[in-house]
């Protein structure tokens, strides 16, 4: 199966569903823009998404391969793969938001009244807590991760509470602009990435060391752990310690 260029992925979408969703308006897609977009990208036909197989549906299905694309609450794959790795080969991919361009719209009109740039900027090392839902098959043989790493326009909408409408807004949704890079995830040397650079280190240093949140670092740990890349090694007060694992 061929990648599709994002801009390909893009005009895909926009030709199929009949939209204006790369446009300055708001769109009248039901379906994520990332989603949609990366189901595009990876596989160009659009008679290959949304497949029923084995009592699911797969977001990509073509000849041996599925792929799936899950941005949050990773879990929720658990049953698919089950059934799923049985016969098929299975890429998860998962978008890694790592640039967003913040524009609000008037939800009456769909005219832009502000735009500006986030100050958030996300990572690879922001993936691994969201593996954490599916650490049980990262090392499957017929199982590879893709991370795509994308910048986005994130559109808000100014109906929330306030002076300036932005408080609880809706979010509206993400539209890709750039696709700055793939990273693949299949054997155990690739989840070195993740490994900080420190030698030994609590869940909280792991954080620090990776900028990522506490609640990220633990779940990020866990898996580490889970894969064998890192052991403990003791504990300090309440926090166990983490050492990585020479081979």
């Not at 938001?97 to 939800?107: A, G, H, L």
């Not at 893709?146 to 326009?153: C, D, F, M």
Request: hydrophobic share 35%; with cysteine.
């Amino acid at each position: 199966m061929e990648e599709n260029s994002l801009k390909e992925a893009m005009e895909a979408v926009k030709s199929s569903y009949h939209t204006s969703f790369y446009g300055t308006g708001i769109g009248t897609l039901g379906e994520k823009a990332v989603h949609a977009t990366l189901k595009y990208y990876f596989e160009p036909d659009p008679a290959c998404h949304e497949v029923k197989c084995l009592g699911y549906v797969a977001d990509v299905l073509r000849d041996d391969h599925i792929y799936e694309i899950q941005s949050k609450q990773w879990y929720r794959l658990q049953k698919k793969l089950e059934v799923f790795l049985k016969e098929y080969q299975v890429t998860v991919v998962y978008p890694v938001i790592t640039r967003k361009e913040i524009c609000w719209v008037d939800p009456e009109t769909g005219e832009e009244v502000e735009r500006r740039i986030s100050p958030k900027h996300i990572g690879v090392e922001h993936a691994l807590y969201e593996l954490y839902g599916i650490k049980e098959f990262l090392l499957h043989p017929g199982l590879d991760v893709r991370l795509v790493l994308l910048e986005t326009q994130e559109i808000k909408l100014l109906d929330g509470f306030g002076k300036g409408k932005k408080y609880h807004a809706t979010k509206y949704d993400h539209i890709p602009q750039k696709l700055t890079g793939v990273v693949t995830l299949k054997e155990l040397e690739d989840y070195q990435i993740f490994l900080p650079e420190l030698e030994e280190f609590s869940a909280k240093e792991y954080g620090e060391d990776r900028h990522i949140p506490l609640d990220h670092a633990r779940r990020s740990v866990n898996v580490l752990t889970h894969l064998g890349l890192i052991q403990q090694i003791g504990s300090e007060g309440k926090a166990y310690r983490y050492g990585i694992v020479k081979r």
